[in-house]
């Protein structure tokens, strides 16, 4: 099916009518001007109930402009590669790109369901899944996209992107009677491309569940899984195709699949895109939809290869609907960021305490690692098996994998070890706790990863480890995302006991009525030889496993066996060595030489330090012979502390040799077949040449090993 010629005089009629209506909206909407990123906050109230009007009778006009698509697609072939590797560690000047995009924020009143010209079909299918109202992202996009035109969507992750195009593609399809309902081999009408198999699948289960009630057909093709089952569905006729860039490449060159009929290309979180170098795959998929059709981009982040795109593929008059805008705070505002200094070798520890704190035996908690040997490692520590945790990444077989997931949805599975390639857009339900256990090395990465939780307008908590030479880090993401980090510590015991006792409590719901009469008189002997609180004291520590001593973990440096504590003084103190003093004149020897890591309070008063548990006792005793105005106590919660303040130059200086060194470790094995064919590559060859390699990297921590064990300080 190929582009439809038009003679030079229905050209410029076409023109004087878009003309036209570019104006008379304009004057609607009280501002002047071009309109070619929308923001389309104070009309979607009014303009709601004309969307299927506007829709039918502008679809083909908003499609005249792709004609010159093909002759755009010849040029910025140069900086491909360059790209590829420029995205791969993240693009430094993306987010100042990003601020020219307009924003749009819909009233609340305007996102009901009834203020769309939504099909009774589609309204019974979202109201039998408690959906009421729309998400900002799918009521900015609904009409743009009914309307034929191209569109960028950029949103926080989740907010509801992937109903933002699910909805307005079959709303089309149906009202414009394009399927051929169920005639055996007919072409596609909607190609969707995620980044991986997981996100695949989860878009496909939506498409899966608005367009099968219209009597619409979908198929899910990625790798892993073998050729003939999909090849099959093809042969059939589908409506809609879902699928990973590789296999679609695949049944493109077999020729198993056409997508000359499309109406909708759709790429979704499309800044993931080239991170895991699909930019030719997509690009070739791109060229081959040859009908005229939209083109809908949806992502969290827009970078500059994202932009390129729309220059190369997008009709000229596609529209940016960006629903984050201005706002510093580039993640999802129902997020708790906080970061933990914590080296590598307390990580399982701590890890499997927030999971307790943050989740416990009901939440789910997702953990990212950096590596599939780190995420291998992490599910081997004794805290994280005994919390049943699973694994997930690209060495683990495809059926393994969905088995896993569906595991993780269903509950089965409540604490999740992944790497980015194998969790990338992963929507799962009820996420409560994000673990990161290293910064990633670029902001884009961060907002990913934080995502998964705080979804659907749900509260979340991301936590992000980090050593003293990944400080660099932490703090470029502050300033690429906007986001103010909340420096945090490991969980106390009270914390952890406060945490298990409250999931004791939920599970003793479950205890049958006649099991709770056998143990009634054990129970009364006890309360009446114990007491009640004691007694049941006990039981809860006997429940959850706590019934020897437990170590306290410092709130500074995450090391068991020591407390973090705060000298304090109303005097204050000039520097960290007058306060040293102090403990010196006031304590023995032995408390002395057990101090670490002391930090002065930002406002000068005293300073924070490590001291070992069994020194704990010794302040308490002396506490009341200290002078007055001097206290020295356990830290409770960390204060505002007097640390290096890193500029963001030196701090961007600093992450782009760890990126140099990781691009060292990653691509220092090139395949003879061309390309990236060592750990970490991306190109199409490698030692066996031929097939494309998507294999994940192998970075993690070594090197940043945090040297705190060996700072004592010296008196």
């Known amino acids: 099916m190929g582009r439809v010629s038009e003679t030079e005089e229905e050209r410029r009629l076409r023109k004087e009518e878009k003309k036209r209506a570019r104006q008379q909206e304009e004057e609607r909407l009280g501002r002047g001007g071009s309109a070619s990123s929308d923001s389309v906050a104070t009309a979607v109230a009014e303009e709601a109930e004309h969307a299927g009007a506007r829709a039918m009778e502008s679809h083909a006009a908003g499609k005249a402009g792709k004609g010159d698509r093909k002759e755009r697609r010849s040029g910025g072939r140069a900086e491909e590669h360059g790209a590829e590797e420029r995205f791969r560690y993240g693009d430094e000047r993306a987010d100042e790109e990003d601020r020219a995009m307009d924003s749009t924020k819909v009233a609340k009143d305007a996102l009901a369901l009834d203020r769309y010209d939504f099909s009774d079909i589609t309204k019974r299918a979202l109201l039998s899944k408690g959906i009421s109202s729309l998400f900002d992202i799918q009521a900015a996009t609904y009409e743009t996209i009914c309307a034929g035109t191209d569109v960028i969507g950029r949103a926080r992750t989740g907010s509801g992107k992937t109903l933002a195009f699910v909805l307005p593609t079959v709303e089309s399809i149906v009202k414009n009677n394009w399927s051929d309902g169920r005639r055996r081999g007919r072409l596609p009408?909607?190609?969707?491309?995620?980044?991986?198999?997981?996100?695949?699948?989860?878009?496909?289960?939506?498409?899966?569940?608005?367009?099968?009630?219209?009597?619409?057909?979908?198929?899910?093709?990625?790798?892993?899984?073998?050729?003939?089952?999909?090849?099959?569905?093809?042969?059939?006729?589908?409506?809609?195709?879902?699928?990973?860039?590789?296999?679609?490449?695949?049944?493109?060159?077999?020729?198993?699949?056409?997508?000359?009929?499309?109406?909708?290309?759709?790429?979704?979180?499309?800044?993931?895109?080239?991170?895991?170098?699909?930019?030719?795959?997509?690009?070739?998929?791109?060229?081959?939809?040859?009908?005229?059709?939209q083109t809908l981009l949806f992502s969290a982040t827009v970078p500059k290869w994202v932009k390129d795109l729309t220059h190369k593929y997008l009709q000229p008059g596609a529209r940016t609907i960006d629903t984050v805008g201005e706002d510093k705070n580039r993640t999802n505002s129902d997020i708790e960021h906080n970061v933990i200094p914590c080296p590598p070798m307390a990580r399982g520890d701590t890890l499997g305490d927030l999971v307790k704190v943050h989740a416990g035996t009901y939440g789910k908690s997702l953990v990212f690692c950096d590596t599939k040997r780190d995420a291998n490692e992490l599910a081997e520590h004794e805290k994280l098996v005994a919390l049943g945790c699973a694994v997930l990444h690209g060495d683990i077989p495809q059926a393994t994998r969905d088995a896993t997931l569906d595991k993780y949805r269903s509950g089965k599975v409540r604490c999740l070890i992944a790497t980015d390639v194998a969790a990338r857009g992963l929507d799962i339900e009820g996420v409560d706790l994000v673990v990161q256990?290293?910064?990633?090395?670029?902001?884009?990465?961060?907002?990913?990863?934080?995502?998964?939780?705080?979804?659907?307008?749900?509260?979340?908590?991301?936590?992000?480890?980090?050593?003293?030479?990944?400080?660099?880090?932490?703090?470029?993401?502050?300033?690429?995302?906007?986001?103010?980090?909340?420096?945090?510590?490991?969980?106390?015991?009270?914390?952890?006991?406060?945490?298990?006792?409250?999931?004791?409590?939920?599970?003793?719901?479950?205890?049958?009525?006649?099991?709770?009469?056998?143990?009634?008189?054990?129970?009364?002997?006890?309360?009446?030889?114990?007491?009640?609180?004691?007694?049941?004291?006990?039981?809860?520590?006997?429940?959850?496993?706590?019934?020897?001593?437990?170590?306290?973990?410092?709130?500074?440096?995450?090391?068991?066996?020591?407390?973090?504590?705060?000298?304090?003084?109303?005097?204050?103190?000039?520097?960290?060595?007058?306060?040293?003093?102090v403990l010196r004149r006031f304590f023995s020897a032995g408390f002395a030489g057990s101090v670490r890591g002391p930090v002065m309070l930002k406002d000068g008063s005293g300073i924070v330090f490590d001291l070992g548990e069994q020194y704990v006792k010794e302040v308490r005793d002396k506490a009341d012979t200290l002078p007055t105005g001097l206290e020295v106590k356990v830290l409770e919660s960390i204060p505002d502390l007097m640390e290096n303040e890193m500029d963001i130059r030196d701090a961007e200086a600093q992450l782009r040799e760890r990126k140099s060194f990781q691009r060292g470790k990653w691509g220092d094995k090139k395949g003879s077949g061309g390309g990236y064919g060592g750990q970490g590559g991306y190109g199409n060859g490698g030692s066996g040449g031929g097939k494309r390699n998507y294999s994940e990297h192998r970075g993690g921590s070594n090197g940043f090993q945090n040297n705190y064990q060996n700072k004592r300080t010296k008196f």
């Not at 009597?215 to 089952?229: D, M, N, V």
């Not at 699949?257 to 895991?276: C, G, P």
């Not at 030889?529 to 995450?558: F, M, N, P, Q, V």
Request: aromatic share 6%.
């Open 189 to 293: 009408l909607v190609i969707v491309l995620a980044p991986t198999r997981e996100l695949a699948l989860q878009v496909f289960r939506d498409f899966e569940f608005i367009a099968g009630a219209h009597g619409l057909s979908a198929a899910c093709l990625y790798g892993g899984t073998p050729f003939g089952p999909q090849c099959q569905q093809l042969r059939e006729g589908v409506d809609v195709i879902v699928g990973t860039p590789g296999r679609v490449i695949d049944h493109l060159e077999r020729e198993t699949l056409r997508i000359s009929a499309v109406k909708f290309v759709v790429l979704d979180e499309a800044d993931e895109m080239l991170s895991m170098g699909f930019q030719q795959d997509v690009e070739k998929i791109l060229e081959n939809a040859t009908a005229e059709h």
């Open 437 to 581: 256990t290293h910064p990633p090395l670029n902001y884009e990465t961060y907002i990913h990863r934080s995502g998964r939780t705080g979804r659907a307008g749900k509260k979340g908590v991301c936590v992000t480890f980090y050593s003293q030479r990944e400080q660099s880090a932490i703090r470029v993401i502050e300033h690429k995302t906007g986001i103010k980090f909340k420096r945090a510590g490991p969980p106390q015991p009270k914390d952890i006991m406060r945490g298990v006792g409250e999931d004791a409590v939920k599970s003793m719901d479950n205890v049958h009525e006649e099991n709770i009469d056998m143990f009634r008189e054990a129970a009364q002997k006890i309360i009446k030889e114990r007491g009640a609180e004691d007694a049941l004291s006990a039981a809860l520590a006997c429940i959850t496993g706590y019934t020897s001593h437990i170590k306290s973990r410092s709130l500074l440096s995450c090391f068991e066996g020591n407390t973090a504590m705060i000298l304090t003084s109303h005097q204050g103190f000039d520097n960290v060595r007058s306060a040293l003093g």
